[in-house]
């Protein structure tokens, strides 16, 4: 099991969840470089500590996440397989979970702008 960061945590990133992380495992932990922040499945330790912390509901245990959302596990994995320090690394990763639909709607806009002003 894991838990998940999904789409409402896109252009909010208050970090709230990563103050009360007994392992550190998410990020970027300073949120810079990213429209929003992702678990790290393999060192997660599902004690559920951030999910009541979110104040905008984007933290969900893998069972509980919404299916509209399944393709944020997807991109909470891929994160941790790139090169997160570069910012071209992550510019394609982005474009890629946009081509495949994983971002949609308002979050879609916010992550494309995201791409323009900030990659
Ligand atoms: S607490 Fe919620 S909105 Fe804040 S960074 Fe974590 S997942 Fe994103
Ligand atoms: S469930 Fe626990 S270990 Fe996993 S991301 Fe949340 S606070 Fe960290």
Do not use: S
């Amino acid at each position: 099991m894991a838990y998940w960061i999904a789409e409402p945590c896109v252009d909010v990133k208050d970090l709230a969840c990563v103050e009360v992380c007994p392992v550190d495992c998410i990020h970027p932990t300073d949120g810079a470089g990213v429209p929003l922040i992702f678990i790290d499945p393999d060192e997660c330790i599902d004690c559920g500590a951030c999910e009541p912390e979110c104040p905008v509901e984007a933290i969900f245990a893998e069972e509980d996440l919404p299916e509209e959302w399944n393709g944020y596990a997807e991109i909470n994995t891929e994160f941790f397989k790139i090169d997160r320090e570069d910012p071209a690394a992550v510019k394609t990763f982005l474009e890629k979970m946009l081509t495949a639909g994983n971002f949609e709607g308002e979050a879609a806009d916010k992550v494309k702008k995201f791409i323009e002003e900030e990659l």
